[in-house]
């Protein structure tokens, strides 16, 4: 709603009286913006809350304090935690090669940068499934090993990071190809190495931005489903994070539990939304002092 | 420090951007890369910075073999046209950045740099804007902030890249004077690019003209103005007209030599009269009156070939003349130089 409002103010603003629509058609136009926002997003939410509330709050917390249900959000914790910091350092070092110099085949790093996105998540699952699983190429020789991949937490973290690696990246190549390469030549004339460049004039420029990176991708981090169902295996307590647990409890007609858990990925979406848009008007900033 | 550039070629893709360019730069002069845009002014200059690598020819500091050194090595002061200022940082923190970079061993100490950068403020006459953030500076300041920048450092060479380009005329002409003024105190070699050629002859020592990756003339802006080498010079450096005619060089002459020749005249060179007083006069028809601030420009077309011609007069002399669209008067060029036919603007 407040985003709305913030939108519908900067427009009218902007645009002289003479280029307005006629009332009738702007708020008719709202009002469809606002049916269709209540209906595909707010009574969903409305409905994850009350149904996980629905037998109270003793209940509500009792579900989630069901040691599966910590085990599965202890793994989507540890996930995000090793996968998010890996794809932002990915993320950055690659905006900054792309966006900063010239070398032959940056398209196609570029094209390859989005692949995950182009490819289905369960393909990606798949494909490690293949690499890593007993009939994969790799998987005679882990298991001779004793290294366990699919259906082990190294699976759910691998196919995480392919799935959120472009993310970061995606965020930063646009921001920092506006901001140009002046200020690093000028720093670099003013004698700076390269790592003095990169922390005290590249990275400030591109802060709000990396977090703005960095949210996406954590977000999808928590909320993958399809790349993680794949290579899981769904051991209960061991190798389930918040998704896949929700499906778990939800067929199991667990409903409460089920919504209950679901109400964590909601909370996260809504804290990721208010997030998000605090960076992006920062990110706004950053391009507007070019 | 004197620059030296020998043999320079430099590639971008198919595109030679310089071709076999060598130039020096005596110690503590002030000199002009003035070119249209794509002449390779801006590339030069960057190759001396060490920001661009040449792909044949050396670069060469006060004697120094300097090609392979990197930008950091050079202790160049670089300005840059859209002024590059750190912009998260404040104007005292970006005037300090090249200090507060240096090693430890070389750094000065904190009280040193704040009095370096407000001794700095003070020479670009800015010192209550200390705290600001260059968003907050007008395009003048800022690029006095990046010049101020660029001389903490104690650069041995100063280059700048269009530094009034993006400037507003009048701005323009102040920072320029400015920028000449500031360099008669502490002469530093500096090399600066410009397409504009009012800012060559006003600010600069010595002036180079480039076209096409390659150095058309260079010498003082009187030289330069006064004695153009090729048809592109006298062009480049201000309005022309063309007599196409047969002649030596020197002069045209009514078709007595065989060789083809134009002859290049500013449109302040031609004279209009109502009277037929001088024989080289010839006939032509007033097109259009036009005044333009303190001058008036005059369009011709001449009786016998119907060839246009601009001629620009004073106030003074206009309104004596009173020159009606349509009527016929005789011009004459007061100063005529010579080229050959075949070479091409």
Redesign the interface.
């Known amino acids: 709603m407040h985003v709305a409002g913030g939108l519908k103010k900067t427009k009218s603003t902007k645009q002289g009286r003479g280029l307005g629509e006629p009332t009738l058609v702007r708020w008719l136009l709202i009002v469809v913006a606002l049916v269709f926002l209540a209906l595909f997003l707010l009574v969903p939410l409305a409905a994850v809350f009350s149904q996980a509330l629905e037998k109270g709050w003793e209940t509500y917390l009792a579900a989630l304090h069901e040691p599966d249900t910590l085990a599965a959000i202890k793994l989507t914790l540890l996930t995000a935690a090793i996968s998010v910091p890996l794809n932002l350092v990915f993320g950055v070092v690659a905006a900054w090669g792309i966006a900063k110099f010239d070398f032959p085949g940056k398209s196609f790093l570029i094209t390859l940068i989005d692949l995950p996105f182009s490819v289905s998540p369960v393909v990606s699952g798949l494909i490690y499934v293949l690499l890593f699983g007993l009939q994969g190429w790799l998987g005679p020789w882990l298991q001779a090993h004793d290294l366990k991949i699919i259906f082990a937490v190294p699976g759910i973290v691998l196919a995480t990071i392919f799935v959120t690696f472009p993310f970061v990246a995606r965020e930063l190549i646009p921001l920092m190809e506006a901001q140009g390469r002046?200020?690093e030549?000028?720093?670099?004339?003013?004698?700076?190495?390269g790592l003095?460049t990169f922390f005290?004039?590249t990275l400030?420029?591109i802060k709000w931005g990396i977090l703005y990176g960095v949210i996406l991708c954590n977000a999808r981090a928590m909320g993958e489903f399809g790349a993680v169902s794949v290579v899981s295996g769904h051991v209960r307590g061991s190798t389930n994070t918040i998704p896949l647990q929700v499906e778990i409890l939800y067929n199991e007609y667990n409903f409460v539990a089920a919504f209950a858990v679901a109400s964590l990925l909601a909370l996260l979406a809504l804290v990721t939304l208010v997030v998000k848009t605090v960076a992006e008007w920062k990110v706004r900033q950053e391009l507007a002092?070019? | 420090m004197s620059i030296k550039i020998g043999s320079v070629n430099k590639h971008f893709g198919q595109f030679a951007a310089l071709k076999d360019v060598s130039l020096t730069v005596p110690s503590g002069e002030l000199v002009a890369l003035l070119g249209p845009s794509g002449s390779g002014k801006t590339t030069l200059l960057r190759i001396i910075?060490g920001?661009e690598a040449p792909d044949q020819g050396q670069i060469l500091f006060d004697g120094v073999e300097t090609t392979n050194s990197h930008?950091?090595e050079?202790?160049?002061?670089?300005v840059?046209q859209?002024y590059?200022?750190?912009?998260?940082m404040t104007v005292f923190d970006n005037i300090a950045?090249?200090l507060t970079?240096?090693p430890r061993r070389e750094r000065p100490g904190k009280a040193q740099i704040r009095e370096k950068v407000f001794e700095l403020l003070k020479l670009i006459q800015l010192e209550q804007l200390a705290d600001r953030y260059?968003?907050q500076l007008s395009g003048g300041q800022r690029q006095r902030v990046?010049l101020a920048?660029?001389l903490?450092?104690e650069p041995k060479v100063l280059l700048l890249d269009e530094p009034f380009g993006a400037l507003d005329a009048k701005v323009r002409a102040e920072l320029r004077r400015w920028l000449r003024r500031l360099h008669d105190e502490i002469h530093v070699t500096s090399v600066f690019v410009t397409h504009d050629q009012e800012e060559a002859l006003e600010v600069a020592d010595r002036i180079v003209v480039m076209n096409q990756g390659q150095i058309e003339q260079e010498g003082t802006p009187t030289q330069v103005y006064d004695h153009p080498a090729t048809p592109f010079v006298f062009s480049f450096l201000g309005n022309v007209n063309l007599f196409h005619g047969r002649g030596t060089a020197g002069e045209v002459q009514a078709a007595v030599e065989p060789v083809p020749a134009v002859g290049y005249v500013r449109s302040h060179d031609i004279e209009v009269e109502r009277q037929l007083s001088d024989p080289t006069a010839v006939r032509a028809a007033v097109h259009s009156v036009q005044t333009v601030g303190p001058l008036v420009r005059v369009e011709l077309a001449l009786a016998d070939t119907g060839a246009a011609l601009e001629a620009e007069l004073s106030r003074e002399v206009a309104d004596r003349l009173d020159l009606q669209v349509g009527e016929e008067v005789y011009v004459r060029p007061r100063k005529v130089t010579v080229f050959a036919e075949d070479y091409q603007i």
């Open positions: 002046e200020e030549e000028a720093a670099l004339t003013l004698g700076a190495s003095q005290r004039v400030p420029n002092n070019n | 910075a920001l930008v950091r050079r202790q160049v002061g670089f840059f859209h590059a200022l750190f912009r998260h950045f090249g970079v240096k260059p968003a990046a920048r660029a903490a450092v």
